[in-house]
């Protein structure tokens, strides 16, 4: 019988916070639980400290994960909560996703301040976006526009731009709408022309392998459809490249027992692209999105990778 709360390990964003918050509810849900059999414990990431550079710059997706991971292995959590496009695809040693929550949208949000979307903006405009994957979409349909890097929280992305340090940036949907946030959006990006990051929208739970008084804690909130669509995603990221230096996108929709997915992966100037769409079975899902790794990374060839690594 649990007599101490679970505790659950997060980053302290408030869009880290709100994700940890559902996370608890849900298992207060599952299990018939009284809050306080969940305490959420916060630690700052190297990630979070470091705001003046771009992930590739500083170390990759690691930097959001690492200090969480280290108490987890030690058991000083239960179990970590993150953003899952924030996850590298190789885990620590006895670590693994054991969860994902329900998917929310996983499209890119444009929040303009000049205009109201990407292709009204005005000649030599400047966005502002972190993210080596959208940077090179925006060069793919705008390479007129200027894109700088823009880090930190969203209240913080937010502020610089309504302070005019750029024209507009862009953002996860489904972050503004866990924030309730969603009024500040001026577009929505179709993921078919602007694909959003594997693994975009989704949270996730990680925890020590082996350990079964936490995964029959957490199995009851596992979100099927979304775990085995990101399940392919991760994948496809892994067989091409899982840092932060390769602009990636994907996207996996579940259809009964069938899988769809496209995948993108484009050169940083966005003026060089290999596609793939595909679909198999829901069983198959990891293996769907390796075979489309590894055919995309075939079909770049290695002068691909090699012109601008």
Request: proline share 6%; glycine share 10%.
């Amino acid at each position: 019988m649990q007599t101490k709360p679970f505790r659950i390990g997060t980053r302290g964003s408030p869009l880290a916070l709100a994700q940890a918050a559902e996370t608890r509810a849900r298992l207060m849900a599952a299990h018939g639980l009284p809050e306080e059999m969940f305490e959420i414990v916060v630690l700052s990431t190297t990630g979070d400290r470091i705001t003046d550079r771009a992930l590739s710059e500083i170390g990759g997706k690691g930097l959001f994960t690492q200090e969480l991971e280290e108490q987890l292995q030690s058991g000083e959590l239960d179990i970590a909560v993150h953003s899952s496009k924030d996850m590298p695809t190789k885990l620590p040693d006895g670590l693994y996703i054991s969860a994902y929550l329900p998917r929310e949208d996983f499209r890119d949000a444009v929040i303009g301040r000049t205009a109201p979307s990407l292709m009204a903006l005005p000649n030599g405009a400047i966005v502002g976006s972190a993210s080596l994957r959208r940077q090179a979409l925006i060069r793919r349909l705008r390479p007129d526009i200027e894109v700088t890097i823009f880090r930190g929280s969203v209240g913080t992305r937010l502020r610089k731009l309504n302070e005019g340090h750029v024209d507009a940036t862009l953002l996860a949907y489904a972050g503004l709408k866990r924030l309730a946030m969603e009024k500040v959006v001026t577009e929505l990006l179709d993921p078919v022309d602007f694909p959003p990051a594997p693994a975009q929208g989704a949270i996730c739970v990680e925890s020590r392998m082996g350990d079964s008084r936490i995964d029959n804690l957490v199995a009851p909130i596992n979100d099927r459809p979304t775990y085995d669509a990101v399940t392919c995603e991760r994948a496809f990221l892994a067989a091409l490249d899982g840092s932060c230096r390769t602009p990636i996108g994907g996207f996996a929709i579940c259809d009964g027992d069938a899988l769809k997915f496209s995948g993108l992966i484009l050169t940083p100037d966005g003026r060089r692209e290999h596609a793939i769409e595909t679909e198999g079975k829901r069983a198959d899902a990891e293996a769907l999105g390796a075979r489309a790794g590894e055919a995309v990374r075939a079909a770049a060839g290695t002068d691909f990778f090699d012109s601008w690594s």
